[in-house]
């Protein structure tokens, strides 16, 4: 029987890459000068630091620039509120957001349901769901609608067997 999984993940190389791209334009830029802005990655979190608001959303907008180039989706990403810190500077924490959460996964589960396909069944294991059928059609299909629909997180389609 046909199967595939449906997962979210990043490739944390290539936000690696990004992060530090950012760094050496903020280093470079006119605009970033005697600012103090820095980027971080630690794990699954991009810490942004700067002296103001405005300065920040400027951060944030190079740092996008950078993982759009680099074929990171921007769904990945979610921002936490823009905190007051030391001298008043500001921070904000972007998280990365790896796999499917229990809720996103109902969601998937209830969407391709819906298609009506028949012999379609799927089910959560973990962090990813597991489609499976009769049909490599109708597991295309399947495919097909979901890239059609947002879910608000990236989907990779991967483990596609015969």
Known sequence: MPTFDVVSTVDHQEVTNAVDQTRREVGTRFDFKDTGSTVELAGNEIQLHSSTEDRLRALVQVLEEKLVKRSVSLKALSYGRVEEAAKGTVRQTATLNVGISDEKARALNKFIKGLGLKGISSQTQG???RVSGKK???????????KGEDFGVPLQFTNFRD
């Open 136 to 146: 490599k059609d109708d597991l295309q299909a399947v495919i097909a609608g979901l």
């Open 127 to 129: 962090d990813q769901v």
